[in-house]
């Protein structure tokens, strides 16, 4: 099922996303992780609003549909803007649920806005992610940026550097690619995105930091069982900086795993929910 194409203003540029449910509902607002797109979160956006809330699924700026960034800016700190423009623009407690580089512009946006955020839900993410682990995503970048042959070798570098289930059907990448004159699959993303200064600078983390210990609305952290960045030591420093922090787990799951455990991450989402009932924007 697909919902409906929505537009909203971001931090000097549109977002793109795919809506479900009611608009005049609770708000649930998804973004994925560098170098996907808002499939990623598709089908969790959808369960949540059949459920009865108003699910959103972005694409980030410089992915898939939503705008560029005139001034070439992808810092976090930029996607977190984004967020914070976004809250703007609901009248109702806004829910954040981020995956990655989604997840990172959910917390640092959301936590300078606690009057207008009733819960943010992370997939995977913490302070202190080791650069190591980062290497595959710039790798994945790179290759992105010159393009693949055929779909069956980006759903290999997909699988490869993203340390994830390569996906049973290559075909269905089509829509989050794009093909050039010579017949080359590039991914739907401003090749700027994948800049070296933009992937895990000291920057970065700090922002993260700051907003680990800012942090005041309902916070969950869903930690996949194998994740690469994610681990004991990193997710205790998250907890000692903000000690409200629930911490669950994705069993067998790698880092970016949201697309293929959507059935899933939307049940654990909505039993979240439920704890944390709706109040009126302060």
């Not at 509902?25 to 973004?31: D, E, G, K």
């Not at 705008?67 to 806004?94: C, I, K």
């Not at 010159?146 to 049973?168: C, E, F, W």
């Not at 900086?241 to 911490?247: E, F, G, K, T, Y």
Request: proline share 5%; net charge negative.
């Amino acid at each position: 099922m697909r919902g409906q194409t929505v537009s909203y203003r971001g931090d000097g540029l549109e977002l793109s996303g795919e809506a479900f449910g009611d608009p005049e509902a609770s708000p649930v607002l998804f973004f994925h992780g560098g170098g996907q797109s808002r499939n990623a979160w598709r089908g969790s956006a959808q369960q949540v609003g059949e459920a009865g809330f108003y699910g959103i699924a972005f694409d980030l700026r410089g992915h898939g549909e939503s705008g560029w960034a005139a001034d070439g800016d992808y810092h976090v700190e930029a996607f977190a803007r984004d967020v914070e423009v976004l809250l703007t623009q609901f009248t109702r407690r806004v829910t954040l649920v981020g995956a990655s580089r989604g997840g990172q512009a959910a917390l640092i946006g959301g936590s300078r806005h606690p009057a207008r955020v009733r819960l943010i839900m992370l997939a995977d993410v913490a302070p202190d992610m080791p650069d190591d682990g980062i290497e595959g995503i710039r790798q994945f970048f790179a290759e992105g940026a010159r393009g693949y042959d055929s779909l069956d070798t980006a759903a290999d570098a997909l699988s490869h550097h993203l340390q994830q289930p390569r996906v049973a059907d290559p075909a269905r990448l089509a829509r989050s690619m794009r093909q050039d004159d010579n017949g080359h699959w590039h991914w739907h993303w401003d090749p700027a995105t994948g800049k070296h200064e933009f992937l895990h600078p000291p920057s970065e983390n700090e922002a993260v930091l700051a907003a680990a210990a800012r942090v005041t609305s309902p916070l969950v952290m869903v930690r996949a069982e194998l994740s690469h960045l994610v681990n004991d030591t990193n997710t205790a420093r998250f907890k000692a900086l903000a000690p409200h922090l629930d911490v669950l787990t994705a069993p067998g799951a790698g880092h970016m795993f949201t697309a293929d455990r959507n059935d899933a991450f939307a049940a654990q989402l909505l039993a979240q929910l439920a704890c944390y009932p709706e109040e009126p924007v302060g």
